[in-house]
């Protein structure tokens, strides 16, 4: 079955790194656009960042632009989101999610369970 399973998330102090991991399992990985989103207590989730299939192609939220940057391995079937100069704006449930069209809403296919980032002053 369709498997998408974060990894990376944890605690960080802001203006430090972290990088995110998506790894995908039954379905065919480079077929999909990919994309993460976030959610934080009483909200709905965020647009992050997108990428096409290819990884030619993305689309990064202004709030995290210049900051993040979204990328995949196909040969790994594996999405990532390097994030750098972290805010405490930033805390949040991080999601990321499979879908046949690119696109900057939360109407994709498929979703992971989450992976948790704090950043504390």
């Known amino acids: 079955q369709v498997q998408l399973v974060e990894s990376g998330g944890g605690l960080a102090q802001a203006g430090g790194s972290l990088r995110l991991s998506c790894a995908a399992s039954?379905?065919?990985?480079?077929?999909?656009?990919m994309a993460w989103f976030r959610q934080t207590p009483g909200n709905g989730r965020e647009f992050v960042a997108t990428?096409?299939?290819?990884?030619?192609?993305?689309y990064t939220n202004d709030s995290v632009k210049g900051r993040f940057t979204i990328s995949r391995d196909n040969a790994k079937n594996t999405l990532y989101l390097r994030m750098n100069t972290l805010k405490l704006e930033d805390t949040a449930v991080y999601y990321c999610?499979?879908?046949?069209?690119?696109?900057?809403?939360?109407?994709?296919?498929?979703w992971g369970q989450g992976t948790q980032v704090t950043v504390s002053s």
């Open positions: 999610a499979a879908g046949r069209i690119l696109r900057t809403t939360s109407t994709y296919d498929y």
């Open positions: 990428i096409n299939w290819s990884g030619s192609i993305t």
């Open positions: 039954g379905f065919t990985f480079s077929n999909y656009a």
